[in-house]
């Protein structure tokens, strides 16, 4: 085909086709096999790829399957046709989610960066004694290229690069803080949690946000809006920074965080969420749908999308009668982690540069 077909046409055409059609097209030659490895080519079909979101069940007692499903299909009757499939850790934790890779804490085993589309994964190496960890973060990094995963301990702060498979010591936080959420929202380049302060016991002045530059490795502060009572998750609206606040009498708002001339910030009240349906009360991360701008979240065993403007919330349909929803996150269809690591369904480690790095 590469005979009669312009290259840049053939780029054209299979940079919007499915990953598991990609992955059986890279048998046909050795050409078109280096062309769909390639980080350009990886980089281009993640960009034209659906927006998915992957949730995580747990069915009966033990068993764990996910499922990988466009946004705009979620409120639409989402697994007609859909098959779970296994998910490959057990006891886990959701650290971040980046260009379709999600990182990945699975208790008592450690890190992993895995892409769902392809199941592949790569396990992290162990830092055993950097002492009891506060948050993990995960992002890339486009001056280097490069993926990263941020360790924050009672001590020490280190920075993990997948093209280096190694960490490094950094300059920790300036500021002490506790009670993190574990699952950060990425914002221009950079990691944010909101935090509590150690030595401040003032309920209404004792949070803040702390992020982390994942380029410069720099740790910096913002102030949240006053009054943000009890903070439900940071999430992005329209190409702003954002915050959901719930006072003691169960009443949230959304604020968000506008930029002036690229120097001055200020946070206003944009949204009020309907006191009598109010869903994000104990939410554990929330998400804007590209296709729409509702609000997705976890919440009470299920997943739901609430819209900003009419003020609705709808339930995402649940897989089975006896299963319950464990986690979920945004999760974009990739190639990403190609040639790395293991396959989650043989167990075997591909023929690509892991396999050379150990010859």
Known sequence: MSNDLPEDLIVEIFS?????????FRS???????????PDFIRLHALRSPKKVAIIYKIGCDK????????????????SGVKPLEYPFKSFRIVGSCNGILCVNECGKGLNL????????VTVPDLRSSGDFLVHGFGFDPIIDDYKILRITRRKSFVYTLKTRSWREIASPNIPFSNVEPQSCIFNGALHWVVNKTDVFDVCNNSYIMTF??????????????????TNGLTIIKGSLAVISTNRHGRSWIWVRRVYNKIAASWSRAFEVNKYINPFKGVRGVFV???????????????????LVKQI???????????????????????????????????????????????
């Open 289 to 307: 749908r590209a296709t729409n701008g509702d609000l997705l979240f976890k919440n009470c065993k299920v997943v739901g999308a609430y819209d």
């Open 16 to 24: 919007r086709l499915p990953t598991k059609s990609l992955l059986r």
């Open 64 to 79: 764990l399957v996910y499922t990988s499903l466009p946004e705009n299909e979620l409120s639409y009757n989402p697994y």
């Open 28 to 38: 046909v030659s050795k050409s078109l096999c280096a062309c769909i490895g390639s």
């Open 313 to 359: 919330e709808r339930r995402v349909q649940i897989l089975t009668c006896s299963s319950s929803v464990v986690d979920m996150n945004v999760c974009d269809e990739s190639l990403e982690l190609l040639d790395m690591g293991t396959s989650c369904d043989q167990g075997s480690k591909s023929p690509g540069k892991e396999e050379k790095q150990n010859k």
């Open 114 to 121: 895995w892409n769902p589309s392809i199941r592949r994964k």
């Open 213 to 230: 530059d994942l380029s410069s490795e720099v740790f910096s502060t913002i102030d949240l809006p006053v009054p943000h009572w009890e």
